[in-house]
Nanobody, 119 residues
Framework: QVQLVESGGGLVQAGGSLRLSCAAS????????VGWFRQAPGKEREFVAA????????NYARSVKGRFTISRDNAKKMVYLEMNSLQPEDTAVYYC????????????WGQGTQVTVSS
């Protein structure tokens, strides 16, 4: 069982920056991935970015590429999402999620942290 706790959300003006953190209790398999997803009001949850623990391979949604950076600290079992040039359309609840037994399937989720970008 993996427990995930997000922090770092808040209110920021357009063009500003925020850093989200995700603390993981453990990882499920050696090169499993941790991802960030977001869900805006009235919209489907969408993938934002992911990173693998060992290789550090990253993947980004097209909408955030070049603005957001995902990173991890293996020793601390922490994953971060640095968000720059934030826009009102980035407003959402951001969730940290971890792969379970299978690559690409995110079985464990945090409680979410609210990010609000004002125009």
């Amino acid at each position: 069982q993996v427990q995930l706790v997000e922090s770092g959300g808040g209110l920021v003006q357009a063009g500003g920056s925020l850093r989200l953190s995700c603390a993981a209790s453990t990882r499920t398999f050696s090169n499993s991935a941790v991802g960030w997803f977001r869900q805006a009001p009235g919209k489907e949850r969408e993938f934002v970015a992911a990173i693998t623990w060992i290789s550090g391979h990253t993947n980004y949604a097209r909408s955030v590429k070049g603005r957001f950076t995902i990173s991890r600290d293996n020793a601390k079992k922490m994953v971060y999402l640095e968000m720059n040039s934030l826009q009102p359309e980035d407003t959402a609840v951001y969730y940290c999620a971890a792969e379970g037994d299978y690559v690409g399937r995110y079985d464990y989720w945090g409680q979410g942290t609210q990010v609000t970008v004002s125009s």
